[in-house]
């Protein structure tokens, strides 16, 4: 065999796999705590779950892991395998996150349902005291809730909640929302998009 064929063919797996390695750490990577929906990784994030809907889903990007895996694997190198071994690990733990997410996320709805609790959760992430919040304290208080809205999704039911479109929501609107919200359904999104 040509030995710089097999070095071409180890280069082009590394692209691949370093390529995949910068979109997993844009998709699931948290900057000092960014979670506001217009900021530069929400962009990032969007423009790739814009054209691979599937990695919106924890289970989808659970898939991705396994398959940069089963590309570093086939270096056949010692810390390749061992790393790729690991990675298989983490998309299977992903895969079967994202399955349970669903059936959690209608047991947290049950559990947040005193308004006492939620007014005070507000209440804590409107920072100025004016009573409502912007998108930015928005995600970090559904976030605190235990929802991790896909970027797209939390300004899609920001937009959603603030029916006036003065870019704030009060409790009021947010309460509203939240009692019409559907958290069950399936792992293909559409408890999110029933909520937005």
């Not at 796999?17 to 929906?37: T, Y």
């Not at 990695?55 to 390749?80: E, S």
């Not at 930015?136 to 300004?155: P, S």
Request: charged fraction near 20%; glycine fraction near 8%; aromatic fraction near 16%.
């Amino acid at each position: 065999i040509d030995e710089f064929a097999l070095n071409l063919t180890d280069a082009i797996i590394s692209a691949i796999v370093f390529f995949l390695a910068v979109v997993i750490f844009f998709l699931d990577g948290r900057f000092s705590h960014d979670r506001d929906p217009l900021g530069f990784r929400a962009k990032l994030r969007n423009l790739v779950t814009r054209h691979i809907n599937v990695l919106k889903l924890v289970w989808g990007r659970g898939m991705l892991y396994i398959f940069a895996a089963i590309l570093n694997i086939a270096h056949d190198w010692y810390f390749a395998i061992w790393a790729g071994c690991f990675m298989i690990v983490i998309g299977l733990i992903a895969i079967i996150v994202g399955r349970r997410a669903s059936a959690n996320l209608a047991n947290l709805r049950g559990s947040l349902s005193d308004e006492s609790f939620l007014w005070a959760e507000f209440n804590r992430h409107d920072k100025e005291g004016y009573g409502y919040l912007n998108p930015d304290q928005f995600a970090h208080f559904i976030w605190e809730l235990g929802i991790e809205f896909d970027d797209v999704y939390t300004l899609k039911a920001f937009n959603t909640i603030d029916t006036n479109h003065q870019g704030k929501i009060t409790f009021y609107q947010f309460q509203k929302w939240w009692q019409q919200c559907n958290f069950e359904g399936s792992d293909d999104g559409t408890s999110y998009r029933a909520m937005v």
